[in-house]
């Protein structure tokens, strides 16, 4: 069974694939609580305002390292282990 714990999802700037992903996940049952990471959209805020909109916990511009991408996957992580719901 698919049990992520988290998933980093990429937002590219001309289709709404990750936005599609993170709605789905969050909408079944078995994934609603995985926490979703948007990465992507070279940080325009209207990519980022759609991530979260779709239902991710956090989100990189596609600029962001690798150090601060996994940054924000540890944050949320922590969020989860510290007993908060995603979604």
Same mark, same amino acid.
Do not use: I
């Given at each position: 069974?698919?049990?992520?714990?988290?998933?980093?999802?990429?937002?590219?700037?001309?289709?709404?694939?990750?936005?599609?992903?993170?709605?789905?996940?969050?909408?079944?049952?078995? @994934?609603? +609580?995985?926490?979703?990471?948007?990465?992507? +959209?070279?940080?325009?805020?209207? @990519?980022?305002?759609?991530?979260?909109? =779709?239902?991710?916990?956090?989100? +990189?511009?596609?600029? =962001?390292?690798?150090?601060?991408?996994?940054?924000?996957?540890?944050?949320?992580?922590?969020?989860?282990?510290?007993?908060?719901? @995603?979604?």
């Amino acid at each position: 069974a698919f049990d992520p714990d988290v998933v980093v999802t990429p937002f590219p700037y001309a289709c709404d694939d990750g936005s599609l992903l993170t709605r789905t996940l969050k909408q079944d049952p078995g @994934t609603s +609580g995985c926490a979703v990471v948007g990465w992507g +959209g070279w940080g325009w805020a209207n @990519t980022r305002a759609k991530a979260f909109a =779709a239902g991710c916990d956090a989100f +990189g511009p596609r600029t =962001a390292s690798t150090e601060e991408l996994l940054r924000a996957v540890d944050r949320v992580l922590a969020r989860q282990s510290a007993g908060w719901r @995603t979604g």
